[in-house]
């Protein structure tokens, strides 16, 4: 059964918080132990409260982007869905190709296909391979053509298919492909020439999204495209009104984690500009000897707060939105006035963040009525 929706905030959306395989018994906090269902009902929330769309993080244990993106879809009737990010290595094209036409043909035009390059260190053992960025723009390239029912023969950095071709596709437009990335001049390139949007990574800075939107925009007018015609979305951790437990949890516990893999640590570091001895220091931490398994696929976050002192509380402070609802507003604020078009809370629930979207809302009604 579906919710009465409310209006969408137009550069408001959100993540949902789907959980762990290993939940804590007695977690003290809302995003300390989360279940699947959870995150369903967490996009339920998010309509009621008005976010534009929810995206979802996918893992390959109990969050499966198009179990949980569709039970959301079937419960709702008017927030966007998007996967926030899938890797393409984990989806034959027709296996993608698939997923975004059913998304659009149950629930309507409101499916967002979030792809990301992904990282060799998570596919380690796996057989899978992280993709280039020409990779990517192929794959996507052999999406759109599989949507407008062309017969697909293929060879190239995406793979090798003879061919390719989906019996029958949805009524009404394609889903929307964004890309997951950082907005590094390859990055950039590669959402010019192949994506509708964009998601900027958590724990940018608003120094470092002003200059990765530069890029994307700079990267469009160079191939004749209007810079306007792609939506860059910055994704930022939000903790309002959070006590310091869970504040410290979603914000330092999980940049420990980002600042653990190698792909993702080093692109990090480059656009905010961050010292690489933290890193160091990190690696050196008693809770890691013996072990190259990353943090986040061994420890809870709530395991994590000894290394997370590490992390300067200045950057956390530079690079999330923390503390009261109006700090919490006016550190999104930062993001929009830095170029993004939209503003993603991840790393809190929707429920957690229906103060900040109310106070959001009002802050930016209040600077309507003064032009």
């Known amino acids: 059964m579906s919710v009465q929706p409310t209006a969408a905030i137009d550069d408001l959306s959100a993540f949902i918080i789907a959980g762990r395989v290993r939940a804590r018994p007695g977690a003290g906090s809302a995003t300390e132990a989360r279940t699947p269902a959870q995150g369903i009902e967490d996009a339920v929330e998010a309509e009621r409260i008005g976010f534009r769309r929810v995206f979802l993080s996918e893992r390959w244990n109990l969050k499966e982007a198009g179990a949980l993106l569709g039970a959301a879809g079937a419960r709702t009737s008017r927030i966007g869905l998007g996967t926030g990010v899938l890797t393409p290595a984990s989806r034959h094209p027709l296996h993608a190709a698939a997923l975004g036409s059913t998304m659009q043909a149950a629930f309507g035009p409101r499916f967002v296909l979030g792809l990301g390059r992904g990282d060799d260190c998570v596919y380690a053992g796996t057989g899978l391979r992280a993709f280039g960025f020409d990779a990517i723009v192929d794959y996507v390239d052999i999406l759109r053509r599989l949507w407008r029912g062309e017969i697909v023969a293929y060879e190239g950095p995406a793979g090798s298919y003879g061919r390719l071709a989906i019996a029958d596709r949805h009524e009404g437009p394609d889903p929307e492909v964004w890309f997951g990335t950082f907005g ?188």
Do not use: K
């Not at 939107?213 to 469009?220: F, L, S």
């Not at 300067?312 to 009261?324: F, I, K, R, V, Y």
């Open 184 to 371: 590094l001049p390859r990055g950039a390139a590669a959402a010019a020439r192949a994506f509708d949007g964009v998601l900027l990574v958590p724990n940018m800075t608003p120094e470092a999204t002003r200059a990765s939107v530069t890029r994307i925009r700079e990267a469009c007018e160079r191939i004749g495209r209007d810079p306007q015609s792609i939506r860059i979305a910055q994704c930022v951790i939000t903790a309002p009104d959070l006590d310091e437990v869970e504040t410290r949890q979603v914000a330092h516990g999980r940049a420990v984690t980002y600042l653990q893999a190698p792909g993702y640590r080093d692109a990090l570091l480059a656009v905010n500009g961050w010292d690489p001895e933290i890193v160091r220091r990190l690696a050196a931490h008693e809770l890691f000897r013996g072990t190259e398994v990353i943090a986040d696929n061994r420890f809870h976050r709530s395991e994590l707060l000894g290394p997370a002192a590490l992390i300067p509380d200045e950057w956390m402070e530079d690079s999330c939105a923390l503390g009261s609802v109006p700090e919490c507003v006016q550190s999104l604020q930062r993001f929009r006035d830095a170029g993004a078009d939209e503003i993603v809370t991840y790393g809190s629930t929707p429920g957690q963040n229906a103060e900040l979207a109310r106070a959001w809302t009002a802050a930016g009604a209040m600077e309507g009525s003064r032009r």
